[in-house]
T-cell receptor
Framework: NAGVTQTPKFQVLKTGQSMTLQCAQDMNHEYMSWYRQDPGMGLRLIHYSVGAGITDQGEVPNGYNVSRSTTEDFPLRLLSAAPSQTSVYFCASRQKVTGNGGEQYFGPGTRLTVT | AQSVTQLDSHVSVSEGTPVLLRCNYSSSYSPSLFWYVQHPNKGLQLLLK??????LVKGINGFEAEFKKSETSFHLTKPSAHMSDAAEYFC????????????FGTGTRLKVLA
């Protein structure tokens, strides 16, 4: 299994440009999510999905869109990039389990710089 | 509201000495608790998790953590630090059956001195 994969690894955008960060998992996990990591702030949830066709907002959703057309893929779209979106982005997935116990599996991250 | 606090942003230890990384949580429900490690420029890897079974949880690479409900703590320990343990460590709480809320601490950067 490749686990959770993310592309690209690095990206530089100019303010106002749009782009899509790709995320795929081959573990047949129902739950997927996007986080951003900023220094001193841990990881913050942007959007998440509990299955194909179902998405919802997390803690910091503004400026981002998601869709989930298949179980495997969960792309994150930046509509109009801003310097405040400079961050490291992580995709994660987990199985649907009863209760809280599900371990999340993380991708290697995408380092995005907006100038 | 649920929250998690990592009490130290940086910890330095000498190689071969014990490691203690502190985590307190706040939750109205029975939580699941996790510790993840992130090596420089890498993704997050699960070290261990507590899900209401044994309160002393053993993880990978010699790490363990003890869930103390009375103290609302889940501190991470290792008897003897190794240079390869230098990384950032995140305490995470998951609460709410059926919901998808994983709350991350702000991280503790562990430095291991030769």
């Amino acid at each position: 299994n490749a686990g959770v994969t993310q592309t690209p690894k690095f990206q530089v955008l100019k303010t106002g440009q749009s782009m899509t960060l790709q995320c795929a998992q081959d573990m047949n996990h129902e739950y997927m999510s996007w986080y951003r990591q900023d220094p001193g702030m841990g990881l913050r949830l942007i959007h998440y999905s509990v299955g194909a066709g179902i998405t919802d907002q997390g803690e910091v959703p503004n400026g981002y869109n998601v869709s989930r057309s298949t179980t495997e893929d969960f792309p994150l779209r930046l509509l109009s990039a801003a310097p405040s979106q400079t961050s490291v982005y992580f995709c994660a997935s987990r199985q649907k389990v009863t209760g809280n116990g599900g371990e999340q599996y993380f991708g290697p991250g995408t380092r995005l710089t907006v100038t | 509201a649920q929250s998690v606090t990592q009490l130290d942003s940086h910890v330095s230890v000498s190689e071969g000495t014990p490691v203690l990384l502190r985590c307190n949580y706040s939750s109205s429900y029975s939580p699941s608790l996790f510790w993840y490690v992130q090596h420089p420029n890498k993704g997050l890897q699960l070290l261990l998790k507590y899900t209401s079974a044994a309160t002393l949880v053993k993880g990978i690479n010699g790490f363990e953590a003890e869930f103390k409900k009375s103290e609302t703590s889940f501190h991470l320990t290792k008897p003897s630090a190794h240079m390869s343990d230098a990384a950032e460590y995140f305490c995470v709480v998951s609460v709410g059956s059926g919901t998808y809320k994983y709350i991350f601490g702000t991280g503790t950067r562990l430095k291991v001195l030769a």
